[in-house]
Each structure stands twice: as C-alpha cells, then as structure tokens.
C-alpha cells in the first residue's frame, strides 16, 4: 500500500549518472509489482510464455537492470519474508478488492473498454512464489546478491542503509523512510520515458529523499514521524484514521508532545501502540552478504531464451552491451592497479 505523505516530504530529482558505484538495495516485490501490472497486452492480460506462465516481470527485469548496471549501479534485490501478523487482515482485503477489480476487468474486456481494461488489469497484480522464484534465478544470473529479509523488505533495506553497507534504498514508496533509511530513491526501476493518458512521453527521473533534511523541514524526530505514518494509515492500519490526512497529522503530531494523549484525544478503532511496536521490533538478518558477481550468459540465456522463449537476438544485444561494459570496468581496474 505505501504510506500517502508525498505532498509534505521534500524531495529532489537526480539523474542516473550520479548514482554511478553507489550500491542500492532494492525493495523487490515493490519493483515485480510494477512490472507486473503496467507490462501486459491490450487486452490486460500479462504476457506469457508458449506454455502460458506469466513473463511480463522477465520482461521488466532484463529491460531495466542491464540498463541500470551499465550506468554502473551497484544493485542489491531485498525480497520479502513472513508478514507481520498485523498485516493479515490487510491481505485479506486486498485479496477481496483483487477479487472484484477481476469481475470488472471481465467485463471491460467484454464490452472492449480499453481505459478500463488498463485500469482494473493493474488492480488485480499477485505476486506468486513461482514468478519471485523466476525473479530471484534472473538476477543472480546478472550476478546481484539477493538478500531474503525475515520480514519487511524495506525494513530489512534501511538496516543495511543504516549500517552503511548500502547508500540507498530504492522503492516506489516511503516507509522505508519511517523505518530509518537516511536516503530513499523513488521511480529507480522505472523506464526513463513514461507515456501519459494523451499519448505523449515525458522523461522519469530519479527523485532523492534524505532523511535528515525531512525530520529537519518538517521538525520533527523519527518517533514523530513515525506516529504522523499511522495516523494516516500503514499497511497495519489502513486508512488510519478518518479525515487525517499528512498536513493535519504534522500538525497534530507537533500539537501532542504525549503520544497516548493524541491519540486518545482522537479515539482511534485500532491499537496504535501494537503498530508502533510492529515499526520498532521488525524482524531484521544482520548476518548477510554482499557479493557482485560477473553476469552468467549462459545462466541468462538458459532462463529467458530456453525457458521462456525471449527472442535471442534481443538477448545477445543485451548481453553484448553488459558484458562489455563489465570487460571495460575490469580492465579500468587492471590500469589504475
């Protein structure tokens, strides 16, 4: 779901060449997600392989990383693990908005609606074990260490931020802010041309969010932060609470130095203090490593030609262009030595 504070967090485009040998650490179902819902047909439906399992996330991550590890980006996939148990009221809801969004697609598709089709086809996304699996195998053939979190990924992400063993952590929302990240990126995995309802493209960039400089312009400490996250709503409690939205919870959260008298001032129908036990206790792996490898042609081929019926030609390219990029860097590093 995303914590909805866009509108009060400062935020600054950057490009991709500024990111060059910096290592980012990657919320991965965010990404799958992403590439699952917006890479399908005309008729909503994803594309598929001849034996009509699921590629349209194949088809996202050989487009997009290679581009991405050319520009020289250090990239690390986390993945996501057990749930909270607070979220599983969450997935049930969202499991039954998926089920209507899927009788409305029906019937877009029946009567040809095309804007409808696009809309409803991106409502009904699941992320299945197979196609994580497919994700997982993929990009350790391009040789990217892949961190399974016990838990939240993006909580896991901003750990390792923390910690300095990555400088960022990149996803399409902002709790990994609330978890701690000292510097988020927003829209990383998307296409550099994103094309509006009218047809026409515009360039996506990058967008830089540094923790430090949101606690100071918006004045307040991680603790604040984190209770104006779930006043709003988290993925523990969605919607938060009714008529609170990121500008009245800021000045809310200013107003109440005491936590227990806001909120018990605003009377909410769930347990703030279990929500914020669930931020500050998140599961987290501190025995992990690190390893860039050199991309597995082989490996690559086997996967997207073999199994899943890529054109070849399109895949050479792509591996031409990244493996000589790798030959380039190592034999940079063979001179400066």
Not at 61 to 88: A, H, N, Y
């Amino acid at each position: 779901m995303g914590l909805k504070i866009s509108e009060i967090i400062p935020k600054k485009e950057i490009s991709l060449d500024s990111l060059k040998n910096q290592r980012i650490a990657v919320d991965s179902s965010q990404m799958l997600y992403q590439f699952l819902s917006s890479i399908r047909q005309r008729d909503g439906t994803p594309l598929t392989n001849s034996q009509g399992k699921i590629t349209s996330h194949l088809v996202g991550l050989s487009s997009r990383i290679p581009t991405l590890m050319i520009k020289g980006l250090k990239l690390v996939f986390v993945f996501d693990g057990e749930p909270p148990k607070l979220k599983f009221k969450e997935k049930e809801a969202r499991e039954q908005r998926k089920q209507i969004a899927e009788k409305k697609l029906k019937e877009a598709q029946r009567q040809e609606d095309l804007e409808s089709i696009q809309k409803y086809s991106k409502q009904v996304t699941r992320l299945e074990k197979s196609i994580i699996q497919d994700s997982k195998d993929l990009l350790s053939a391009f040789g990217l260490p892949i961190i399974q979190a016990p838990s939240e990924a993006e909580a896991q992400a901003a750990f390792m931020a923390e910690k300095k063993d990555v400088d960022y952590v990149a996803s399409n929302d902002y709790d990994a802010l609330v978890y701690g990240s000292p510097k988020l990126l927003l829209s990383l995995t998307l296409a550099q041309r994103k094309k509006l309802p009218s047809g026409l493209y515009v360039s996506v960039k990058p967008e830089l969010i540094e923790l430090k400089r949101v606690l100071k312009e918006l004045e307040l400490n991680k603790d604040q932060l984190l209770i104006l996250a779930i006043l709003i709503g988290t993925d523990y409690n969605r919607g938060g609470i009714k008529g609170i939205g990121p500008k009245n919870a800021l000045r809310l959260v200013k107003k109440y130095k005491n936590f227990d008298k806001l909120f018990k001032e605003l009377k909410p129908n769930f347990n703030w203090k279990e929500i914020y036990a669930v931020f500050k206790s998140m599961p987290i792996m501190k025995n992990y490593q690190l390893n860039w490898k050199n991309p597995d042609e082989e490996k690559i081929k086997k996967i997207l030609v073999d199994k899943n019926d890529f054109s070849e030609e399109r895949i050479n390219k792509m591996l031409k262009k990244l493996l000589e990029y790798k030959k380039h860097k190592q034999q940079r590093k063979l001179g400066e030595f």
